[in-house]
Nanobody, 124 residues
Framework: QVQLVESGGGLVQAGGSLRLSCAAS????????MAWFRQAPGKEREFVAA????????NYADSVKGRFTISRDNAKSTVHLQMNSLSSEDTAVYYC?????????????????WGQGTQVTVSS
């Protein structure tokens, strides 16, 4: 069992940056593949980025490649999402997700643990 708590969301102007964090508690963090998903108003939840337990070959949605960076700090049981060059299209609730071992999958069903989400609003 692992509990996930996101933080770092807020209001930012277009072109700005935010850094989201997801703190995990419970079992050994280093054995979990971590991911970020987001859900905009009126839309389905979509994949943003994932990083495997081995930190090899992070996976990104095409819409965020080159702007977002996922990273993990196993010593602090935390995964981060650095978001740069934000636009109004990035406005959404961002969710942290985890799965034991696994690969950096873009599919929701691959992840069994979810946080409550943090709101990111980008003003144009």
């Amino acid at each position: 069992q692992v509990q996930l708590v996101e933080s770092g969301g807020g209001l930012v102007q277009a072109g700005g940056s935010l850094r989201l964090s997801c703190a995990a508690s419970g079992r050994t963090f280093s054995t979990y593949t971590m991911a970020w998903f987001r859900q905009a108003p009126g839309k389905e939840r979509e994949f943003v980025a994932a990083i495997s337990w081995s930190s090899v070959n992070p996976n990104y949605a095409d819409s965020v490649k080159g702007r977002f960076t996922i990273s993990r700090d196993n010593a602090k049981s935390t995964v981060h999402l650095q978001m740069n060059s934000l636009s109004s299209e990035d406005t959404a609730v961002y969710y942290c997700a985890a799965t034991l071992w696994g690969t950096a999958s873009s599919y929701e069903r691959s992840y069994g643990y979810w946080g409550q989400g943090t709101q990111v609003t980008v003003s144009s």
